[in-house]
């Protein structure tokens, strides 16, 4: 189920990354779908949060190598996180992160200023784009040493 409305813009953040859209791609899933830590299961619990395909979210749209948005809500806050990929020169892809969301109510208003206003959503955002180029540019190690 899509949100029907739509929502005020918050922010987007971008990053280039030196690999080629369908790697970005694998290590954006990778890091959106991993297994979520206890912190996160409790706190979506408390917030009762949208369960979906991962705490807080679910899929609403899916477009391989080019868009992966995500929506959910909770008692405090509707909201949207769209990825968007898109090729740049070189062989890189420009990975950027939008969120919109509504905050309804004084309780609404609170909770964006715990999240938005603390920035606490922005370094979240960022943890996630840096957490995809490390996993998107990574060269595999050698575990063992060559054979003779």
């Known amino acids: ?6 929502l005020p ?3 987007e953040h971008s990053t280039e990354i ?14 959106v ?38 929506e959910g809500e909770h008692r405090f ?13 070189g062989g890189g892809t420009r990975l ?4 919109d969301a509504a905050f309804p109510g004084a309780k609404g208003a609170v909770y964006r200023t715990l999240v938005i206003g603390s920035r606490a959503h922005v370094l979240a955002v960022r943890r996630i784009l840096r957490a995809v180029v490390s996993s998107a540019t990574r060269t595999p190690r050698r575990t063992a040493p060559p054979r003779p």
């Open 77 to 89: 806050s509707r909201y949207r996180l769209r990825f968007e990929l898109s090729e740049v020169g």
């Open 33 to 70: 779908f991993a297994e979520p830590g206890a912190p996160v299961r409790v706190l979506g619990r408390l917030l009762g949060a949208t369960r979906g395909e991962l705490i807080g979210f679910r899929v609403a749209r899916s477009e391989l190598a080019r868009l992966l948005e995500l």
């Open 9 to 11: 813009h918050i922010d």
């Open 96 to 99: 950027t992160a939008v969120t």
């Open 18 to 31: 030196d690999a080629e859209p369908t790697a970005v791609w694998r290590a954006l899933e990778r890091i």
């Open 1 to 6: 189920m899509r949100l029907a409305e739509p």
